[in-house]
């Protein structure tokens, strides 16, 4: 049941993931500008927009809600370890790519009203890099 509403929701992140990549330029310069592009001059772009965040957010909803399934049911047991396995590789790229996705939008929201230049990835790298070089007191 949650593997084909996790299928659609995957492939409606591909689809719209391919249009809004074709405006996209991911440079610290030009991100946030191509992002207003997409939002308020290319037609269907806001929506387009939206459908891929919702559709961001649910995939992970559904993600964990198959897992649970598959967990509880004990899918995973005799012939099919194999297919447990390659369900959590695709959970962990899937996380992935979330986080991924999420950072930029965060750095995003984050320094709208500062300098252009600290937007995109250059500025999600170093907030990254400085994360892992804090240290852990235990």
Known sequence: MFGSGLLFLFLSQ???????????????????????YITK??????????????????IIIVLLLHLMQTFLYGSYKGRRELVWVAGCILLTLMLGMAFTGY????????????????????????????????????
């Open 41 to 58: 001059e290319v037609t269907g772009g806001s929506f387009l927009r939206s459908i891929h965040a919702y559709g961001s957010s649910a």
């Open 103 to 138: 950072v930029v939008v965060a750095v995003m929201l984050w320094w709208r009203l500062e300098d252009p230049s600290l937007l995109g990835f250059r500025r999600a790298e170093h907030n990254i890099s400085e994360a892992v070089a804090l240290p852990c007191s235990v």
């Open 14 to 36: 591909v689809i719209t993931g391919v249009f809004l990549a074709m405006y996209y330029v991911p440079s610290a310069d030009h991100a946030h500008t191509t992002v207003a």
